[in-house]
């Protein structure tokens, strides 16, 4: 079946470094693929979305491009900040009929520190 | 807008107890997801309404959970009998329709002792 793996965590930065967060899915078709964020306390909120081959997103300077020939959509942000700490987690949407459930990684916990 | 509603947002039973959990969608929204978030885990869909239709019921262990969503709007999902394994965060989302944005509650964290 369908699925999402990312990399664990816990990611630990200092404010300003480079960030990446590898997220590879198998899927049969052409799913669209999500990145999604949840701050401390809060419910998940959609970071951004590509929905087909090389398409990229983008979000307050996070980016990922949608890499068919790799099944890969790696979470990136050139300068991180404190207020980036949270859970990310890499969804894929899973049609199947009338179905349009997200398939997601296990998540990653980003820990930036000042 | 307002968004998507949840309550509780703590819950702590013993086992064999029984617990629901209410969801009030984003105005509008046709689409009604329920989704199950264990430590450690993504969320795992349980169930989906489109309006007040079951779309998929797959994942949801059904000698113990129950789901509704009466006239197409609030849902609520019921756990009876609880077991230890079903201490997760229960999140709720909605969405204008197939393949549309879902937007998610802040969840029902659930305990089971």
């Known amino acids: 079946g369908n699925s999402v793996t990312q990399m664990e965590g816990p990611v630990t930065l200092s404010e300003e470094a480079f960030l990446t967060i590898n997220c590879t899915y198998t899927a049969t078709g052409y799913p669209s693929l999500f990145w999604y964020v949840q701050y401390p306390g809060e419910g998940l909120q959609l970071l951004l979305k590509?929905?087909?081959?090389?398409d990229k997103g983008s979000n307050k300077g996070f980016e990922a491009t949608y890499r068919k020939e790799t099944t890969s959509f790696h979470l990136e942000k050139g300068s991180v900040q404190v207020s980036d700490s949270a859970v990310y987690f890499c969804?894929?949407?899973?049609?199947?009929?009338?179905?349009?459930?997200?398939?997601f990684g296990t998540g990653t916990l980003l820990a930036v520190q000042p | 807008e307002a968004g998507v509603a949840q309550s509780p947002r703590y819950k702590i039973i013993e086992k064999r107890q029984s617990v629901a959990f209410w969801c009030n969608p984003i105005s509008g929204h046709a689409t009604l997801y329920w989704y199950q978030q264990i430590l450690g885990q993504g969320p795992k869909l349980l169930i989906q309404f489109q309006n007040n239709g079951v779309v998929d019921d797959s994942q949801l262990p059904k000698d113990r959970f129950s789901a509704e969503r009466l006239k197409g709007v609030d849902s609520t999902l019921k756990i009876q009998p609880a077991k230890l394994e079903d201490s997760a965060v229960y999140l709720c989302?909605?969405?204008?329709?197939?393949?549309?944005?879902?937007?998610f509650g802040p969840g029902t964290r659930l305990t089971v002792l």
């Open positions: 590509a929905t087909k081959a090389d």
């Open positions: 969804a894929l949407n899973d049609y199947g009929g009338a179905t349009n459930k997200l398939i």
């Open positions: 989302a909605s969405s204008g329709g197939r393949g549309e944005e879902q937007f």
